[in-house]
């Protein structure tokens, strides 16, 4: 069974950075693409961001310049650096791993999620 794992979320002031990571335990397989959506109280879920596994990489228009991703295609392992995080940012963040890099993206696996609270 396959189990994405985050860590990282916290509570940061308004302007600060946080880095989420993610380990996709349990493939012996690198994952064709990774990414993270949040997911913020009486929201629907939103993809933030993904990578294939050769590193094209796909940002939310609301994070473009501030938030990167990247990944470890050995450690099936993805992270997202969030930089001048701002309290909109605030949401449970899930890692999903799994699924064709596509515009109709789909992930197979899905993290417990990990909480980022940005405050004003």
């Known amino acids: 069974q396959v189990q994405p794992v985050e860590s990282g979320g916290g509570l940061v002031q308004a302007g600060g950075s946080l880095r989420l990571s993610c380990a996709a335990r349990?493939?012996?397989?690198?994952?064709?693409?990774m990414a993270w959506y949040r997911q913020a109280p009486g929201k629907q879920r939103e993809l933030v961001a993904a990578i294939s596994s050769g590193e094209s990489t796909y940002y939310a228009n609301s994070v473009k310049g501030r938030f990167t991703i990247s990944r470890d295609n050995a450690k099936n392992t993805v992270y997202l650096q969030m930089n001048s995080l701002k309290p909109e940012d605030t949401a449970i963040y899930y890692c999903?791993?799994?699924?064709?890099?596509?515009?109709?993206?789909?992930?197979?696996?899905w993290g417990q999620g990990t909480q980022v609270t940005v405050s004003s």
């Open positions: 999903a791993a799994g699924g064709a890099y596509s515009s109709d993206y789909e992930p197979d696996y």
């Open positions: 349990g493939s012996i397989f690198s994952f064709d693409t």
